[in-house]
């Protein structure tokens, strides 16, 4: 880890909030956002986030899996999402989700008119600008997590952090702080 961690704190709550109260609380409340209130297809957002957490390398959002109503992706989702380009699971939806988070993560600047046209044939603009914020949070707070080595400390969901609220262990964004359940709103 690059920061030091106070005896007895838990490194996420001690970053994320204590040492940056004017951000951090906000940061978490995008990340959060992102889960909470997001009106996209499971496989679609996991596909797109997934994609982000293997470019990132963040060992957390590697492991975290979305939960809604109790359903969550397949356990071999994971692999097809490094295979995006060749596997036979995934509708255009899923893939032009997970191809648009490794352009967005990887090449932006390269995200041409082919590309949009196939977005937009499969993607509402709403839902496109919803896809762009959410890889903008995974990008941003992925990176953050692992560049200062907290991705190695958080709790995963199964075993979430006392230090955090008392929100269920499924219920953790992977900023490592409790967000509600996501639902289709």
Known sequence: MKIDIPEGKDAIAYVWGEMVPGIGPAAS???MAVYAHTTLGLR?????RLRVAQI???AFCLDWRTER????????????VTEWRTTGGFDARTRLAAEYAERYTLDHHGLDEEFWGR???HYSQLEIVELSMC???WLAFGRLNHVLGLDTVCRLPHAPSPALS?????????SGDPAPTPSRE
């Open 29 to 31: 409340g995008y990340s």
């Open 56 to 58: 990132n390398g963040c």
């Open 69 to 80: 109503d109790g359903q969550t992706v397949e356990d071999d989702f994971a692999d097809a």
């Open 166 to 174: 008392s929100a269920p262990s499924s219920a953790r964004s992977p």
């Open 44 to 48: 679609e957002f996991e596909a797109a």
């Open 135 to 137: 890889i903008g949070s």
């Open 119 to 121: 977005m937009s044939a």
